[in-house]
């Protein structure tokens, strides 16, 4: 059985989050986007715990349901179909941690999965002796990182830990701003412990094949998503026996690296992520590596350091050059959210009524989002779809775009047409793309 997981998210009581982001809304976009299973996230903040036990109920050992009481009318929020696909929450959590070590700040993310609301709850204890839980869905906590895995090693067995977004400047473990070179640097004596990192948006697996370092490493991709429509904009594909899926299943396959059920990760192109350039969001900068070295890291408009991106510090601590793939990787599959395609093809600036309609049309032809952007054939999608959107699909099939790399904060902008757009648009309604 093929098996879709976003991992990470954040609930509506984290900063900056939608107030959509509840289990009802949740189970709601999982089945629109074809996700299959989904990391609660935020598991450490007391009332958003405390509606996880109310309204969830364990289905596979490790693995839980919305309970049927809770489930959405499907006839209001769920028009476009009359049943379920399979659906399971796990229960994670991010955590940010803020140290000092080797004369330097480290603020760290950390994404923790746990077997059951048991050990969830051990965490909790320990961690409300340290720092306020319900300041925010993802705490910050002044504790180092080896802390944290130790806590999260003893609540059970099969817990564990997993590096957020682990490039990203300002959070990641390897970030330029506060990151460390390496896992041992970071966990010393416990990085054995450390089977899996997130690559995060601005990083794509093949950038990350660069070090040898990671060699063992399994690398995932999630959505890290603020709204539900963000959820499985990255993602985890794997093959599992409907009788083995389990928590214990997904950690054995993260911790084996096992290539024959973990498919694929599905990305976005890295370049649209916040901070995969360098640069000064409020300068208007924006450099290459390569650039960046020509005035040695300064910004040409206001004289202070610029931020480092992905690219750049990947640079840095890389031992291999560009294009190497060593053995046994898992592969990956670059795309654009669907509204994103449609907005474009159709030349909206924004996800309006238009956009909104013509998505819904597709996902109640063709099921759900993924198989859409991954499956369904174009001639089946021409039958169904505006051409123009159908167009779009086929360009980032392959990989026929064009993006503005983000730098600082500031997210990567796509484009799929380009220039010359009107024209497109003629020459596709005359009937000349099939």
């Keep these: 059985m093929k098996i879709v997981a976003d991992f990470h998210i954040h609930s509506k009581y984290s900063r900056a989050t939608s107030r959509e982001m509840n289990l009802e809304h949740l189970f709601v976009w999982a089945q629109k986007k074809g996700v299959n299973i989904l990391g609660t996230g935020d598991f450490t903040h007391p009332v958003w715990f405390k509606e996880l036990k ?25 028009p476009h179909t009359s049943h379920f696909h399979y659906f399971r929450f796990i229960l994670t959590g991010e955590i940010s941690v803020v140290y000092s070590c080797r004369g330097k700040i480290r603020k760290i993310h950390h994404l923790v999965f746990v ?8 965490i909790n204890t320990q961690l409300s002796w340290i720092g306020n839980l319900e ?12 802390e944290l895995l130790k806590i999260v090693l003893e609540s059970h067995p099969d817990s564990f830990l997993v590096p957020a977004h682990a490039w990203t400047p300002w959070f990641g473990i390897f970030g330029s701003k506060s990151g460390f070179d390496s896992l041992n640097e970071c966990f010393g004596d416990l990085s054995k412990e450390i089977f899996s990192i997130e690559t995060g948006l601005s990083s794509s697996p093949d950038m990350n094949w660069r070090l040898s370092s990671l060699d063992r490493i399994t690398l995932i991709s999630n959505s890290d998503a603020h709204s539900p429509r963000k959820i499985a904009r990255e993602a985890n594909v794997f093959e599992i026996e409907k009788e083995k899926i389990s928590f214990k299943e997904i950690k054995r396959i993260l911790k084996e690296k096992d290539r024959k059920k973990f498919l694929y990760t599905i990305e976005f192109f890295p370049q649209e992520g916040k901070y995969h350039y360098d640069g000064h969001r409020n300068c ?22 610029l931020t480092l991106g992905v690219m750049n510090r990947i640079e840095n601590l890389a031992d291999r050059k560009k294009n190497f793939v060593p053995e046994n990787i898992i592969p990956f599959k670059s795309l654009v959210p669907l509204e994103e395609i449609i907005k474009e093809s159709l030349g909206q600036n924004s996800i309006s009524k238009i956009v909104e309609e013509e998505y819904q049309k597709l996902i109640e032809n063709f099921s759900n989002e993924l198989k859409i952007l991954l499956e369904v054939s174009l001639e089946d999608l021409g039958k169904i779809a505006h051409p123009m959107v159908v167009e779009g699909i086929k360009r980032v099939r392959e990989e026929k775009i064009f993006i503005f790399p983000g ?28």
């Excluded at 839980?64 to 489930?71: N, Q």
């Excluded at 300041?135 to 080896?146: E, F, T, V, W, Y």
């Excluded at 730098?407 to 024209?423: A, L, T």
Aim: glycine share 10%; net charge neutral.
């Design 115 to 122: 077997p059951n609301f048991e050990a969830a709850e051990k």
């Design 54 to 78: 109310e309204k969830l109920e364990e289905a596979e050992d490790g693995l839980y349901k919305i309970k049927s009481s809770h489930l959405p009318p499907h006839t209001h929020l769920l």
């Design 284 to 305: 208007g900068i924006c450099f290459s590596p390569e650039e960046t070295k020509k005035y040695n890291g300064i910004c040409p408009k206001c004289g202070r350091p």
């Design 135 to 146: 300041a925010d869905g993802r705490p910050i906590l002044g504790m180092n990182s080896k």
């Design 407 to 434: 730098f600082d904060g500031e997210y990567g902008k796509v484009s799929i047409f380009r220039e010359k757009k009107q024209e497109k648009k003629e020459e596709i309604s005359q009937g000349t793309l099939f």
